[in-house]
């Protein structure tokens, strides 16, 4: 079975630049997360969805940053402006939905912004 | 809120070694348990999860952990250390009543030393 799957793996860009991160969550999870991890904060939860909902924002650091989940295949990170504050790898993870059910985790966007 | 504490942010073992990595959470009420690792350039993959069934609960790569309650602990342990241990290890929880987020320590590096 597939797993959770972000795009890009890698991005670069100058600071200013809008950046969108990409997710799909594994087929038929009802929950889907973003994630922040850098070596100084370690892993932050961002924002969370339950059917498509966005149930918890408050870790999203500011206004520059925005989530959408359209449909329950597809979800983004969106960053505008983007800052070189914001250099981290971003992971998207999704879950059944149920208390005590895991999280799966895609393999990350490393972000660097110049 | 529900946190949990690792003690030790790093944590060395020769190979063949016993491997112990302690968590402790703080809710009076047990939580869901979890135990993730991190390789490097990848995401978090689930090791094992205590869901209030058996105390001694085995994952993979030969890892288990057991839940005591008086002790509000939840530590991995593995008899003999492999290099390909070498990795971050994260522990989670996950109420049992309300949102179905997950609350990460801060992770332990495990070096295996040859």
């Known amino acids: 079975d597939a797993g959770v799957i972000q795009s890009p793996r890698h991005e670069v860009t100058e600071m200013g630049q809008e950046v969108t991160l990409r997710c799909k969550p594994i087929?038929?999870?009802?929950?889907l997360f973003w994630y922040r991890q850098t070596m100084m904060r370690g892993l932050e939860l961002l924002i969370y969805f339950n059917n498509n909902v966005p149930i918890d924002d408050s870790g999203m650091p500011e206004d520059r940053f925005s989530a959408k989940m359209p449909n329950a295949s597809f979800s983004t990170l969106k960053i505008q402006p983007s800052e070189p504050r914001d250099s981290a790898v971003y992971f998207c993870?999704?879950?059944?939905?149920?208390?005590?059910?895991?999280?799966?985790f895609g393999d990350g966007t490393r972000l660097s912004i110049l | 809120a529900q946190s949990v504490t690792q003690l030790g942010s790093h944590v060395s073992v020769s190979e063949g070694a016993l491997v112990l990595l302690r968590c402790n959470y703080s809710s009076s009420v047990p939580p869901y348990l979890f135990w993730y690792v991190q390789y490097p350039n990848q995401g978090l993959q689930l090791l094992l999860k205590y869901t209030s069934a058996a105390t001694l609960v085995k994952g993979i790569n030969g890892f288990e952990a057991e839940f005591k309650k008086s002790e509000t602990s939840f530590h991995l342990t593995k008899p003999s250390a492999h290099m390909s241990d070498a990795a971050e290890y994260f522990c989670a929880v996950s109420e049992k009543t309300g949102a179905n987020n997950l609350f990460f320590g801060t992770g332990t590096r495990l070096t295996v030393i040859p």
């Open positions: 993870a999704s879950s059944g939905g149920y208390l005590g059910q895991p999280q799966h």
């Open positions: 087929s038929g999870h009802n929950s």
